[in-house]
């Protein structure tokens, strides 16, 4: 798993397992040092259509970014809403992942289970628009 995918996978997991797991990487030591500390500000969101391609912003979402440096590397997290806690924690694990702490196969068990429970929860919204799909058959 490359760093894109883990900061993706973190930015939505649950802010208790992203709280808990930082716990034991601080347990376990060293201590990070806190490089930019949870800041929370706008961040505006842009999209293209997809018929003309044509890029249009959306709107703007509240989301808090922080960034730690643990054994001579950096790690960064951002997530949507204000949690302050829950993004330190997810820029500790960057960190910890990135720099090989005895938490960074944790850390890689935690996204494989927020990547499951993406999967579980796509599969199910498929499975609940599956009878509204309409079916065309071609007259010859």
Do not use: Y
């Amino acid at each position: 798993m490359n760093r894109e995918q883990r900061s993706a996978l973190l930015a939505v997991a649950e802010a208790e397992e992203v709280i808990g797991l930082a716990d034991t990487c601080l347990a376990e030591g060293p201590r990070p040092a806190v490089l930019v500390a949870p800041e929370v500000g706008c961040v505006s969101v842009q999209v293209r259509e997809p018929i003309a391609r044509e890029r249009f912003l959306l709107g703007d979402l509240l989301a808090c970014r922080a960034e730690v440096e643990l054994d001579g590397v950096r790690g960064w997290a951002m997530r949507l809403g204000d949690d302050r806690p829950a993004t330190l924690a997810a820029a500790i694990l960057d960190a910890a992942a990135e720099s090989g702490h005895p938490v960074a196969a944790e850390v890689d068990a935690l996204c494989r289970r927020v990547t499951a429970r993406r999967e579980a929860a796509e599969a199910a919204e498929w499975a609940e628009l599956a009878p509204t799909i309409v079916e065309f058959e071609e007259l010859t």
